[in-house]
């Protein structure tokens, strides 16, 4: 059973636009939301996180926005670079299974020159 | 901070042979995981284990997977027999404590022919 959708699978953004990546979770208690940006060849590292007490965090052009009501989340990169250009996964959790993350499928964004 | 280590980068074996994978996690951190990632499934959990202790092994495909960590600083991912299937790859990471941010390794890149 997936319980984390993430859309789209691929992403193509000119240089100075905005990469949208959206996921979608169904199990309730989940209560962690981190994204995870990988690199050919490296393992993923986290990249910025959100708890559903608040609906929006930001992090230098990272910005993550949540919907509690619709079970959905989304990481939004600003002024997108060449350098953005990778894997994003998103992953879900809850309080006392820490790290034990379900992740979603993953996005590979290509940011053009 | 040498981050996460694992061991072999590749690995290449026939099936049946018995695999082998290492992984050194980050001075002090006290949560171990075992992660497996192939372009079907995505990100999986194997394993996940506290203070030396496994505490989730839900995720082991099968009894032909087994995993240990001896001490602090060791722990080994076991294959036994290998099978084509099992082709993918394995990703170990740590974290301070179970609930802390995770930092993966580079993984093992496993092919089983």
């Given at each position: 059973q997936q319980q984390v959708k993430q859309s789209p699978q691929s992403l193509i953004v000119q240089k100075g636009g905005i990469s949208i990546i959206n996921c979608a979770y169904e199990?309730?208690?989940?209560d962690y939301f981190p994204w995870y940006q990988q690199f050919p060849g490296k393992g993923p590292a986290l990249l910025i996180a959100i708890r559903p007490d608040v609906s929006e965090k930001k992090e230098g052009r990272f910005t993550i926005s949540f919907n509690k009501s619709a079970k959905q989340f989304s990481l939004h990169i600003m002024?997108?670079?060449?350098?953005?250009?990778a894997t994003y996964f998103c992953a879900a959790t809850f309080n006392n299974a820490g790290n034990m993350l379900t992740f979603g499928g993953g996005t590979r964004l290509m940011v053009k020159p | 901070d040498a981050g996460v280590i694992q061991s072999p980068r590749h690995e290449v074996t026939e099936m049946g042979q018995e695999v082998t994978l290492r992984c050194k996690p980050i001075s002090g951190h006290n949560s171990l995981f075992w992660y497996r990632q192939t372009m079907m499934r995505g990100l999986e959990l194997l394993i996940y284990f506290n203070n030396n202790v496994?505490?989730?092994?839900?995720?082991?495909?099968?009894?032909r997977f087994s995993a240990k960590m001896?001490?602090?600083s060791f722990s080994t991912l076991k294959i036994?027999?290998?099978?084509?299937?099992?082709s993918a790859v394995y990703f170990c990471a740590s974290s301070l404590?179970?609930?802390?941010p995770l930092h993966f390794g580079n993984g093992t890149r496993l092919t089983v022919t």
């Open positions: 199990n309730t208690a989940f002024d997108s670079q060449p350098g953005d250009s | 496994p505490i989730d092994d839900s995720g082991m495909p099968e009894d001896p001490n602090a036994q027999p290998s099978e084509p299937r099992d404590n179970v609930d802390s």
